[in-house]
């Protein structure tokens, strides 16, 4: 039996993970009768190092899983399915004041169709967003230095840092590619909105 194969714009830990949990919880709906196989690869989002608005943060996840079904599809062997995976900030603007909040987004493609999904989001306080925004600081690097850490992105990452723990890197991921994948694993429930549309064209 051939394994239904899932390949991941990135080969950090915590997306891979983040990947291998959230499939874990759909197998037996997207791929009834064929183990999951994931695999991580390096590809690039062709976006800034911290993107800093949710088209951004769609786009590099959008590119970064077209780019890698590219790859593999000019490589002879091509995945079912790709995902792009990104994470950044997202800045509002709410009753005059400047709030910026921290995103995972994902993106899903087979290579015919594609699909968003995004974490939920936490505010991020305002000394690091403007060494982020202000002065051009990866993310990555600031909130190492704001925590007093080094590495934390392959851990815990800025959400375990400042929501204590309680939500990390990999589960604001995890949740983001549930979200990406449900209209291929839940097809039942989005297939009468698409025929709907394509009535009314």
Known sequence: MNA???AVGSTRRPKLQAVQEATASFAAKLS???PLEIQGHEVESGV?????SREELMQG???RAEALH???RGSGEPADYCVGLEGGLDVAVENGVRRVFLESWAYVTDGVRGHFGCSGSIEIPELLAEEVLSRGTELSIAIDRYAGAVGIR???GAWGVLSDNLVTRQESFRLAVVAAFAPFYNERMYRPAAQAAGKQL
């Open 4 to 6: 239904c194969r899932i």
């Open 32 to 34: 009834p009768h064929a």
């Open 48 to 52: 800034s190092h911290t993107p800093s």
């Open 61 to 63: 996840a959008r590119q």
């Open 154 to 156: 392959d851990g815990h």
């Open 70 to 72: 590219k790859m593999l």
